[in-house]
């Protein structure tokens, strides 16, 4: 009887092993970035909210407010309290959420022309 010959072992083509260097250092990359976010927003200040006014349109009845409130921190706000007053009047509203380092939009309304008496702030907020 005859032995057998072993087949000679099979080498791996190139295309595959690229293919799979890439796939590593996609992953690497991802893993490394999450890790950045998670600990740039360890240990940081707090919220950092600061409120604009946009534009003042009339608006039936009434006037509208529209404005962007700025999160200048990298930590993430939740409930964010946003307050404005025009003389007497006051018109509040929560924004549900402000990320870090983003913009979030909306509007107040007033019975009254509140051009040249408008203060804004943010008043409070949540840690999600």
Same mark, same amino acid.
């Given at each position: 009887?005859?032995? *057998?010959?072993k087949p000679a072992p099979r080498r791996t083509p190139a295309l595959e092993w690229?293919?799979?260097?890439?796939?590593? +250092? +996609?992953?690497?990359?991802?893993l490394g970035a999450m890790g950045w976010r998670a600990w740039e927003g360890r240990g940081k200040a707090p919220p950092s909210i600061e409120v604009r006014a946009d *534009?003042?349109?009339?608006? =039936?009845?009434?006037?509208?407010? &529209?404005? &962007?409130?700025? =999160?200048h921190s990298p930590a993430t706000a939740a409930n964010v309290e946003i307050e404005a &007053?025009?003389?007497?009047?006051?018109?509040a509203t929560t924004?549900?959420?402000v990320p870090g380092k983003s913009r979030q939009?909306?509007?107040?309304?007033?019975?009254?022309?509140? *051009?040249g008496k408008l203060n804004l702030?943010?008043?409070?907020y949540a840690e999600p």
């Open positions: 009887m005859a032995a *057998r010959k690229a293919a799979a260097g890439i796939g590593l +250092l +996609l992953t690497l990359l991802m *534009r003042i349109v009339a608006a =039936n009845p009434g006037w509208v407010v &529209t404005f &962007t409130a700025i =999160n &007053t025009a003389g007497d009047a006051t018109a924004l549900d959420y939009s909306g509007g107040l309304f007033f019975a009254e022309d509140p *051009r702030k943010a008043t409070g």
